[in-house]
């Protein structure tokens, strides 16, 4: 166990349908980063928060969005889904940026759309 | 953008062999990562490097961060099955070792006994 804890494991939804992927990082942890893996594109970098704030945003389609809250948990929102946007997503943190080489990740979120 | 371009793609190596793998990029990194993916899980960190020409070691896995800082090496001495998995190296984009990481292509370990 990572101590990064993504909910749900699995999610299968439609096409046009809008969803939301939860993100717990480690206790103490101040960052997170959100991960897109596909067969076809790799392990992607989408966006990164740091206490409430987003603080570095990588290929992230405008559909997608982040947020932060006073918690420190994390949610992407996707919408609009295209079959496309299949993926494993994955949620990592760190205690800071410039520190915790790399982040933890967490065992992903696998969405499927149908 | 970045890219990181990881050989081989894949190997078959039979149990107790000792394995090699690189990643290049297009441009230079001032750190470099490597991580393993198991099946089903995120990756894990192995090692971290932050020196041109450094070595580091983590168990039976051995890491080089490349002279030109456009390159590094990854070696497993003495493969287990458990060595079994992608291997992805990674490095910051951004400011601190942690923000935009760039993954390579990934190299895919199968052991045979």
């Known amino acids: 166990d990572s101590g990064v804890t993504q909910t749900p494991k699995h999610l299968i939804t439609a096409t046009g349908q809008r969803v939301t992927l939860r993100c717990s990082p480690r206790?103490?942890?101040?960052?997170v980063y959100w991960y897109q893996q596909s067969l076809d594109q790799g392990l992607q970098f989408l966006i990164h928060?740091?206490?409430?704030?987003?603080?570095a945003k990588g290929n992230i389609l405008e559909r997608f969005s982040a947020q932060q809250f006073p918690d420190l948990h994390s949610e992407l929102n996707l919408s609009s889904l295209e079959l496309g946007d299949s993926a494993l997503y994955f949620c990592?943190?760190?205690?800071?940026?410039?520190?915790?080489?790399?982040?933890?990740f967490g065992s992903g979120t696998r969405l499927t759309v149908v | 953008g970045q890219q990181l371009n990881q050989s081989p793609q894949s190997m078959f190596i039979q149990e107790g062999e000792d394995v090699s793998m690189n990643c290049t990029s297009s441009s230079i990194f001032n750190t470099w990562l490597w991580y393993k993916q198991d099946p089903g899980e995120g990756p894990v960190l192995l090692i971290a490097?932050?020196?041109?020409?450094e070595l580091t070691s983590n168990g039976r896995l051995t890491a080089q961060f490349g002279i030109t800082r456009k390159d590094s090496f990854l070696n497993i001495s003495a493969s287990i099955p458990s060595d079994v998995g992608i291997y992805f190296c990674a490095g910051p984009g951004g400011t601190g070792t942690a923000s935009k990481l760039t993954f390579g292509t990934g190299t895919r370990l199968q052991v045979t006994l």
């Open positions: 206790s103490g942890d101040l960052s």
């Open positions: 490097l932050y020196k041109a020409g």
């Open positions: 928060y740091y206490n409430g704030e987003e603080r």
């Open positions: 990592a943190s760190s205690v800071a940026p410039g520190q915790g080489a790399g982040g933890t």
